[in-house]
């Protein structure tokens, strides 16, 4: 058995592929998903049954008190969602302000509390044009934080830091995995719309790849 690490899913493509990646390379996995009051909640159900297959322990953690601090995203307000692609400026508006420094700090007192000695999360250089804490500037600061928050030091893993969606799916497709399980789109809808710049991504990550997204969407 490897080494025991915490996994920031959320139930995303992205994060889907971290999580089987740390279960390949024989971690001991422990999964946590947060309910931030994003309005894709049909995302933390998805991860609810994932880990439930996976036979992967799971918390799903409910904070969406911190939105009477950090509103003003269009993933958690009654905000349009943009249409397009992440490298637009129209899609700062899905920036839910200092998410990934609150999250991380979390897991990390999560990690302590189980003696975990990482926290991996889906940080990838599609997200750097517009999310500042997807950023490697943002990664390696939080690690240098993180080894020196507690008394047992825990890293912040990122293995897709520098790689692109595309390149997270073909690693994910060499895995075998099923991407069936996941959810991407930012509207919460039965359907995934095809449009918001989460969908944009994933059909063009699908499509470099050579293969058809599993999922159904409205258009």
């Keep these: ?21 740390a279960i390949r390379d024989g971690n001991e996995v422990y999964a ?4 931030y009051g994003q309005r894709h ?5 998805v991860a609810r049954n994932v880990c439930e297959q996976l036979g992967v322990q799971h918390k799903v953690i409910d904070i969406r008190e911190i939105n009477a601090l950090l509103g003003g995203s269009s993933l958690t307000d009654d905000i349009d969602i943009p249409e397009g692609h992440y490298e637009e ?3 700062k508006s899905t920036v839910v302000p200092n998410r990934n ?13 189980i003696k975990a000695n990482a926290v991996h999360y889906g940080a990838h250089n599609g997200d750097h044009a517009i999310y500042p804490d997807c950023r ?28 692109s969606k595309i390149e997270i799916l073909t690693d994910g497709l060499n895995m ?4 069936a399980t996941t959810w991407t789109c930012y509207n919460g809808r039965e359907k995934a719309c095809g449009k918001c710049g989460a969908c944009v991504e994933r059909l063009e990550a699908f499509r470099e790849n ?4 599993p999922i159904d969407y409205e258009a």
């Design 101 to 113: 420094m609150v999250l991380l700090s979390l897991a990390i007192a999560y990690a302590v509390s």
């Design 32 to 35: 946590l998903t947060f309910n």
């Design 176 to 179: 075998g995995l099923d991407y």
């Design 136 to 163: 490697p500037e943002f990664v390696h600061k939080m690690n240098e934080v993180s080894l020196l928050a507690n008394y047992e030091p825990v890293s912040i893993v990122t293995p897709y830091l520098n790689s």
């Design 1 to 21: 058995m490897g080494n025991k690490v915490v996994v920031i899913y959320s139930g995303g493509m992205d994060s889907f592929t971290v999580l089987n990646r």
């Design 89 to 91: 400026e129209s899609m």
């Design 210 to 213: 050579g293969v058809s997204d």
């Design 41 to 45: 909640v049909k995302e933390i159900e």
